[in-house]
């Protein structure tokens, strides 16, 4: 396995992205997007990372920069079904109380199995830098992708270098195959319908290895 740049050790204990909404609010540590990078080049390759450059000295305090005292971080249960109420009052276009793009035909009767997903890009490189250009496509993604797995996918939060969703799976369903396979059918829409992305990154906009938690 490739060695991290020696920011992304430096960042390897408390920092927290401070640029993504869910990250700040949920003490999403910075070490867990770095070590998705790390693992996501194999052996003998090039150890790439767009977030933190290697060339980069640490400087300043001896806290160091970005560094912070973790807040403590909000019940996650709570928090996401209070996000999953948000995004359900809205419907795709965006207005309150309008269902377009809501599936209806979920059975509630069923036990499911809630999770939180975050996906970075490949190198962590900053590719949503404009996100407001992509949260809709990404909205009617996900909903798409749920209604196929006959469960339940949404977009929590898009940033620059990675995401975070909801999904809601049957108790059966192996959730780091549906994962996988969700991941694979958004990155081929994604280049499909933003084929500018393919300067950037050719072919490949997902690192292959993703985080996953059960928030029941």
């Known amino acids: 396995m490739a060695d991290k740049c020696r920011q992304c050790k430096f960042n390897n204990k408390d920092t ?27 052996e003998g390759e090039n150890f790439i990372c767009h977030r933190f450059r290697p060339d980069l000295k640490v400087v300043g305090s001896k806290t160091g920069p970005g560094r912070h005292i973790l807040p403590v971080a909000r019940d996650k249960k709570k928090y996401f079904k209070e996000v999953l109420k948000l995004i359900n009052g809205l419907g795709r276009c965006g207005n309150v109380g309008c269902r377009c793009g809501i599936d209806e035909r ?41 209604t196929l797995i006959n469960g339940k996918a949404c977009l929590v939060w898009l940033a620059a270098d990675h995401l975070h969703f909801y999904l809601e799976l049957g108790e059966d369903e192996l959730v780091m195959d549906v994962a996988e396979d969700i991941q694979l059918l958004i990155q081929d829409a994604l280049l499909e319908e933003f084929k500018e992305l393919t300067s950037d990154v050719p072919g490949i906009i997902w690192n292959s290895k993703f985080f996953i938690e059960n928030i029941d």
């Open 106 to 146: 979920e059975d509630k009767s069923l036990p499911r199995q809630c999770y939180h997903v975050v996906w970075s890009t490949v190198g962590r490189k900053k590719i949503f830098t404009r996100p407001e250009r992509y949260v809709s496509f990404f909205h009617d993604a996900f909903l798409t992708c749920g």
């Open 16 to 42: 927290i992205n401070k640029d993504c909404t869910v990250c700040a609010e949920l003490s999403f540590r910075e070490s867990i997007l770095c070590d998705l990078n790390i693992q996501g080049f194999a």
